[in-house]
């Protein structure tokens, strides 16, 4: 070792050893973070990166390595913490040595080390990639993961449409689910993975290219004691005209020919017209009863094809033909009429936002509705359904708005969403019915809790929470749009008699 | 060594190799000196001449076998953990049918200003990450200086800048080897106007190969010999199609902590300095492509999806 002034250098030689860059870079970062750490660095031994440690005060006087070789340098504020900081980087570096001293590699950060990893460990080879990562390196990660024959679950968005095409054309090929991009949701032989409930296994087989929108669907089949086969994710944008819906079409598929499913639905937004006669030729060809829950387009049994333009709507006719009627369950009392005549919405559930939105409009009622989970509201922070605070924050806010008179919520339980969604949503309304109350009005709060009896919140738990902030909790996303509307019209009837 | 008992390789369904004679013949028996993720690193017995063992992630490089799928490398790569030397002559019993040959040369093309200059911007809008050695920066940087010295054909620049870039840098194919490579596979693709700025280069590196590693050697030698890996090719081919290089930076980020971009800095710098064909001594400044900085290639500050 050497010092200068009050800080030691230290060097560790590893002859004719190369590791990758990406190991060796992560490894420096790491031990960087070491109090008393102030430099790693970790190079081949070659002239030119030892006049580079040597014009950075990182080359030791007695050095001696050759270009093949691997030389770890640590600068730190005394011998100790260099020694140790040498060690954890020769750690790092090395996990299995086996009897032969040949040296193998550490955690599994790629699709090929994870394959790797599972091969040495004696596991059974993988069948499914999850991928999180920021969009720019999901289609490599995905194309990787597809060329090694696995299916693919990704979560990631920011996904450009032309990747997504190529990418599905691939797994296509390959007889493989590239389910996504920006797939929040599925549940592939009783795994869930992304945002799920714990749903009872059932008859009922979903294709969704909706997150929320199959875990509203989902959840109201376990509730009708019916259950969920397989849920399918595709990604939002499958059904588009530049997609085709060729996932969607590959799940079809695999649920025409899967034992385990009676029933089939498909869930989505409204595809653009050839997307969609196409869809429904080919849903009504599977063999087994089918329902196309449409957002927004008019109910119809004129064809093969059950078609409901509502998530609740989609769920008793799956649930029905599966044998087991869904019964919604009865909506709260509501109060005589709002403070306000303004109706405002603050999702976490994309599709559960445009559900309302449909139903609100369908009635000619006005209405606000945001998604907080869009792109334009989480740009730096994480999904409300994750953290559930900037949607409170906005909830809390409310009540100084005047002319909000009904506030529309949702909240979203299962895996993946917050451990308690419904504490930090309950705090926030009882916020904003206070303020709105100390000004003379009242707030009416109409929600529903998109979970099942299982899930890892308490369903009873967190509905409890809820009511206690004076929430009015109803069955479905759909009842409680509906209750809006009531409102609404009960404001315009006092209001009428008023002037009357 | 010659006595030690020899593991076989297995026979593989299908392998891609470079055109030419068959790299099992030049390394007939090879010890790994390095079991990668992508990559498995053999070295002859007697010449210590090397075998890269690679798979479709990877794809093929010069001298190597590129197996079709990541399983057939992790077969091989369990091989490696031996200490017996691996025999690789039952791949010559392969049929000549599941046998293809690739040329890894470059064929000259036309090569498209908007391309280059989207190359080029990306490159330049790449945030240093790193420090001292650690980074690939300077490197990157210095790939302009050396292929402007090159086309300028002025040798002790060129000297100069190699004995920097010869195995400086992040990597076990350090960061400066990448750019050299880079540039000469550029200038190969543009064809006769660089020739002379390419034969230069050429004709200064050997005198450099000591001082970089035997792994960036191999692939230094082989630039020199006019081969390059299908990597190298992919950052090639969207020099000629702007609309490729997006795809291609995607994937090159891939490469490695570094490589895929120290590559395709040498790349941009090299087709930058000889445009356009017909002034091949002159080098040409390209103009930035609106919005190709930050519009298309800036990476997303955070993805909801990640947290």
């Known amino acids: 070792m050497s010092a200068t002034h009050d800080t030691t250098l230290g060097a560790k030689v590893f002859p004719r050893l190369y590791r990758d860059s990406v190991t060796l870079m992560a490894m420096a970062a790491s031990v960087e973070k070491h109090d008393g750490i102030i430099r790693v ?38 011998d100790e913490v260099v020694t140790a900081g040498l060690e954890a980087a020769e750690q790092s570096l090395t996990t299995v040595e086996d009897a032969h001293g040949t040296r193998t590699e550490q955690a599994a950060r790629t699709i090929a080390e994870g394959l790797a990893a599972a091969q040495r460990d004696g596991r059974d080879r993988p069948t499914m990639a999850t991928i999180s990562t920021p969009g720019t390196y999901a289609p490599i990660a995905v194309e990787q993961a597809l060329k090694a024959g696995l299916h693919v679950f990704c979560f990631s968005d920011n996904v450009a449409l032309e990747d997504e095409v190529r990418l599905k054309a691939l797994a296509v090929d390959n007889s493989l689910l590239m389910m996504g991009p920006d797939c929040g949701t599925a549940i592939i032989d009783g795994v869930p ?35 969920v086969s397989q849920l399918i994710g595709v990604g939002g944008r499958d059904l588009s005209a530049e997609v085709g819906g060729v996932m969607t079409d590959l799940g079809l598929t695999i649920l025409a020919k899967d034992e385990a499913t009676q029933v089939v639905v498909v869930v989505s937004k409204p595809p653009c017209s050839v997307v ?78 445009a559900e309302t939105s449909i139903i609100l409009r369908r009635e000619g009622v006005q209405a606000q509705v945001l998604d907080l989970g869009d792109d334009e509201y989480t740009t730096g922070r994480p999904h409300p359904m994750i953290d559930p605070a900037a949607r409170a924050d906005r909830v809390a806010e409310v009540g100084s708005q005047p002319h909000v008179g009904i506030l529309l919520v949702d909240l979203v ?32 709060v109409l929600a529903s809790v998109c979970g099942t009896a299982a899930d890892p919140q308490g369903f009873d738990a967190q509905r409890a929470i809820l009511e206690s902030a004076g929430v009015l909790v109803h069955p479905s996303n759909a009842a409680a749009a509906r209750s809006a509307i009531e409102l609404v019209g009960n404001r315009a009837s006092t209001n009428h008699e008023e002037s009357a | ?77 369990a091989l490696a953990r031996h200490s017996a030397p691996v025999d690789f002559t ?113 004709s200064a590196l050997p005198s450099f190969l000591h001082r970089t ?16 890996a299908e990597r190298v090719h992919t950052l090639l081919d969207a020099l000629s199609d702007s609309s490729r290089v997006p795809r291609a930076m995607q994937q090159a980020r891939a490469w490695g902590a570094s490589s895929g971009l120290d590559l395709a800095a040498g790349v941009a710098a090299g ?20 919005g190709s900085r930050t519009g298309t290639f800036t990476i997303p500050a955070t993805d909801r999806r990640s947290a």
């Open chain 1, 41 to 78: 660095g970790a190079v081949m031994a070659t002239p030119a990166n030892l006049e580079i440690l040597e014009r950075s005060g990182m080359r030791p006087p007695d050095l001696q390595a050759a270009p093949d070789d691997l030389v770890i340098v640590v600068r730190g504020v005394d």
């Open chain 2, 1 to 77: 060594m010659d006595n030690m008992a020899n593991v076989g390789v297995p026979v593989a369904k299908a392998v891609r190799i470079p055109a030419g004679p068959a790299p099992w013949h030049a390394v007939p028996r090879g010890l790994a000196i390095h079991v990668g993720t992508t990559v498995v690193l053999f070295a002859d017995v007697r010449s210590g001449r090397l075998l890269p063992v690679t798979s479709g992630d990877h794809g093929l490089v010069p001298g190597g076998v590129c197996l079709p799928a990541p399983g057939d490398l992790l077969a091989v790569a």
């Open chain 2, 271 to 290: 087709a930058l300095s000889a445009m356009p064909l017909g002034s091949a001594h002159a080098p040409v400044e390209q103009p930035a492509v609106p």
């Open chain 1, 413 to 444: 339980l299962g895996h993946g969403a917050s451990a308690d969604p419904a504490t930090p949503l309950a705090d926030a309304v009882r916020t904003a019915r206070s303020a709105a109350e100390q000004d003379g009005r009242e707030l009416v």
């Open chain 2, 213 to 228: 590693t035997t792994t960036s050697r191999h692939d230094l030698s082989a630039a020199i010999g006019g081969e390059f």
């Open chain 1, 193 to 227: 993975l992304g945002f799920a409930n714990v749903v009872t296994p059932g008859p009922v087989g979903i294709v969704a290219a909706s997150g929320t929108g199959a875990q509203e669907i989902s959840t109201l089949l376990d509730r009708a004691g019916s259950g």
């Open chain 2, 90 to 202: 039952p791949w010559g019993s392969l049929e000549e049918d599941v046998v293809s040959r690739l040329s890894l040369a470059v064929v000259p093309a036309q090569i498209d200003a908007t391309a280059v200059a989207a190359m080029g911007a990306f490159v330049a809008g790449l945030p240093a990450a790193g420090h001292g050695p650690m980074t690939s920066s300077p490197q990157r940087r210095d790939a302009r200086t050396l292929a402007v010295a090159a086309v300028a054909e002025d040798h002790l620049a060129c000297h100069r800048y190699l004995r920097e870039l010869v195995g400086a840098g992040p990597g076990s194919t350090p960061a400066g080897d990448d750019v050299i490579v880079g540039v000469i596979a550029a200038f190969d693709r543009v064809g006769t106007a660089a020739g002379h700025a390419a034969a230069l280069l050429r």
């Open chain 1, 276 to 353: 969609a006669s196409g869809l429904l030729a080919r849903m009504a060809d599977l063999g087994k009863p089918a329902v196309a829950c449409l957002l927004g387009v008019a109910d119809s049994d004129d064809g093969p094809v059950a078609v409901r333009g509502t998530l609740e709507g989609g769920a008793q006719a799956a649930a029905r033909l599966a044998g087991h009627p869904l019964d919604v369950g009865a909506s709260p009392t509501l109060p005589a009429a709002p403070g306000a005549p303004g109706v405002l919405g603050l999702y976490t559930g994309g599709t559960l936002a």
